[in-house]
């Protein structure tokens, strides 16, 4: 179970937060190898739907992009590509996901990109008041208004999930 005391420490995620006057709280739990967002949820006891998955993909050209998608649904790669005004997306094998993004698998956050990239998230997220989203490193979310996720992270809204 997780403990409501740790601290975690800074990440590039959390610097990006601060530096931008974002207001988060901490939600360290412990990181179980393929456990995904329902574990996470679980051991956090929030609603799997507001634990929003950070997810490294690329279209047919091999350009990188992030999705936010709720933990409890996928993303139509169809979809997503559509509301892009590309041909194909899918997901970036993990060792490309990590150099794209400056984070391991499992610890992927859109704040502190090692390189930006374009974001998109569900339209969905956007209407939930907090969302709980990686904050850097495996075994951490951070508590957010989904508003930071538009402003001032730049997501832009689409409708691709399964």
């Not at 937060?17 to 456990?35: C, K, M, N």
């Not at 559509?82 to 060792?95: I, Q």
């Amino acid at each position: 179970m997780a403990k409501k005391d740790r601290h975690v420490s800074e990440t590039p995620a959390t610097q990006w937060l601060r530096a931008h006057g974002i207001s988060f709280t901490e939600h360290p739990y412990d990181y179980v190898d393929q456990g995904g967002t329902a574990e996470s949820a679980r051991q956090l006891g929030v609603d799997e739907h507001a634990v929003v998955k950070t997810l490294v993909m690329q279209d047919e050209r091999a350009q990188p992009l992030i999705v936010l998608m709720h933990g409890d649904r996928q993303v139509s790669t169809k979809n997503l590509a559509r509301a892009m005004g590309v041909k194909s997306v899918e997901p970036c094998k993990p060792e490309v996901a990590q150099r794209h993004s400056g984070y391991l698998v499992g610890g992927t956050s859109p704040f502190g990109l090692r390189k930006a990239l374009p974001i998109f998230v569900e339209h969905t997220v956007l209407a939930l008041p907090k969302v709980f989203i990686n904050g850097g490193r495996r075994g951490f979310l951070v508590g957010i208004s989904a508003q930071v996720l538009t402003d001032p992270l730049g997501a832009r809204s689409v409708q691709c999930a399964l």
